[in-house]
């Protein structure tokens, strides 16, 4: 299991696009979109805003550029994608286009008291 955590720059005038399109994306026509990321292997995600900040919560089978490589083959990936993109202050790609700069872990509980400390 692979677990990531990314930090992405939204313009301010598009945080409550970014949470409205998150919160209600169960109840919209964004709804293909849940079952995009999870089919492409992620058992988990979960989103969080900061201030004007979308924090990115990942698990996955796969390395994070393999994950997003294969939502990327998604239609409902390319429309959620459609709408969020432009709300970035910088762009990221959530396709497998471009290489992902998830944060660093430094300490996990479980895995140092197994003894070994993973990236992910």
Known sequence: MYRYIMIYELKPEHVDDYRKMHTEAHKSEFKDQLKAIR????????TFIFNNYSVLYVECDAPIDEYFEKLGEYDANTK?????????????????????????????????LEGELKPY
């Open 39 to 46: 089919d492409a292997g992620s058992t988990q995600m979960m």
């Open 80 to 112: 959620w994608q459609n709408v969020t993109s432009p709300w970035f202050a910088t762009t990221p790609s959530f396709d497998g286009s471009d290489k992902q700069e998830p944060l660093e872990k430094i300490f996990d509980l479980e895995q140092q």
